[in-house]
């Protein structure tokens, strides 16, 4: 029989809330260039500020991207459910 090999997330989903952290050196290499990337833009945010409005955007939704394809599948959560079912 083959062990299955386990997938290694880049991202995390959160414990609370909607979203991903990041969880391996890939993840945060990623999320590093991302900020880069935006902070660039703001710098060079000028007369054409329209322009570099529109690609903050798109390298924001590029990262949102890397998160659902590298990530665990994004849902709402509310702390640890087992945890939560003890309590109760």
Known sequence: MKNKEKKKYWFRAKCYGWGWYPSTWQGFLVLLVWAFIFIFGILKMDHEWLKNLVFMILATGFLIYICYKTGEKPRWRW??????????
């Open 79 to 88: 702390g640890n459910v087992r945890r939560n079912k003890e309590i109760a």
